[in-house]
């Protein structure tokens, strides 16, 4: 019998049961860990080697890459982002990475700035990963009249390049080649609602306008303001200004009211409609601004003026 605290009693083995990666700190990956003993094999033997690849293609499920959709994930009336959303499906019960990158981004033709997802980016194991390729879209490199552009309810894009992925048998590479469309961002309406008149007098008039802005796109875009020259029943009677709107909700309705002096010796046909109350014609002449793109603003509707 060995006494307690012999030498041989000393080398007994301690039990860790927690697995370590060659620096000692955190568990060493699936995908990592078979790279590595397909590199051993190797080094061993060129009929190892083969066996072992022979093996891992045998065991490895290749991924699959599938297009989702091309959406916006930031508009306005001077440019907008364009995000195509790819979905890689990995059926191996560990995680894959990114391995190079290779993406062109094209609108009406013409190329512009596509960004990237990152290299080394995690595919997560026995599921589905989102691939976003985000592509900044300035629409006065696309037409030479913005406006033009703004008119129409698509604009055409198409997609080049690949993607490879990371596996134990290799990189993999899948096409990102894609054509299709995307929604142009739409200029605002606006109308006027029944003005009201707050206060009159022999010779001036302070009217209340109110302004209804909609966005007609189902995505929020900035309104840095609306301004223009207002006429009343054919006369000029001053400028209105709404400062800046803000974002407009996807779809929603804004109204903003701007009070204006309106001076009868120079107006007296806007004098006359105030007066007698009923109707008039209002005009608003000028420019609606998003983010730094101004559209021009030419507004004419007949309005029930209310005392």
Request: charged content about 20%; some cysteine; proline content about 7%.
């Amino acid at each position: 019998m060995r006494a307690k605290g012999s030498p041989l009693a000393s080398k007994r083995p301690s039990v860790n049961p927690r697995r370590e990666g060659p620096s000692g700190d955190t568990p060493m990956p699936t995908m990592k860990r078979a790279v590595l003993v397909l590199a051993a094999l190797c080094f061993t033997t060129f009929s190892g080697c083969a066996s072992l690849q022979k093996t891992l293609k045998g065991v490895f499920k290749k991924p699959t890459l599938v297009f989702k959709k091309a959406r916006l994930s930031s508009a306005s009336l001077s440019d907008a982002t364009v995000d195509l959303v790819y979905e890689v499906n990995n059926p191996n019960g560990f995680g894959l990475e990114l391995a190079s990158i290779d993406y062109s981004f094209f609108v009406e033709g013409k190329q512009v700035v596509a960004g990237k997802p990152k290299k080394g980016l995690d595919l997560k194991a026995n599921g589905k990963s989102e691939l976003v390729f985000p592509a900044n879209v300035k629409f006065a490199d696309i037409a030479p009249v913005v406006e033009t552009f703004l008119n129409k309810d698509r604009a055409l894009f198409k997609a080049q390049g690949s993607v490879g992925v990371q596996t134990p048998i290799g990189v993999l590479n899948f096409p990102l080649e894609k054509e299709g469309t995307f929604d142009v961002p739409k200029i605002p309406q606006v109308s006027f609602q029944p003005p009201r008149i707050t206060n009159i007098g022999l010779t001036s008039a302070t009217v209340e306008f109110p302004l209804s802005i909609t966005n007609r796109n189902s995505f929020p875009l900035p309104v840095a303001g609306i301004t223009g020259a207002l006429k009343v029943a054919g006369a000029d009677v001053g400028t209105l200004s709404t400062g800046n709107l803000g974002m407009l909700d996807g779809s929603g309705t804004k109204q903003v009211t701007l009070p204006l002096t309106i001076n009868f010796a120079r107006a007296a046909s806007a004098a006359v409609a105030l007066r007698s109350g009923g109707n008039a014609k209002l005009s608003l002449d000028g420019k609606l601004t998003s983010d730094t793109q101004s559209v021009p603003l030419n507004l004419s509707q007949l309005v029930n003026i209310v005392k």
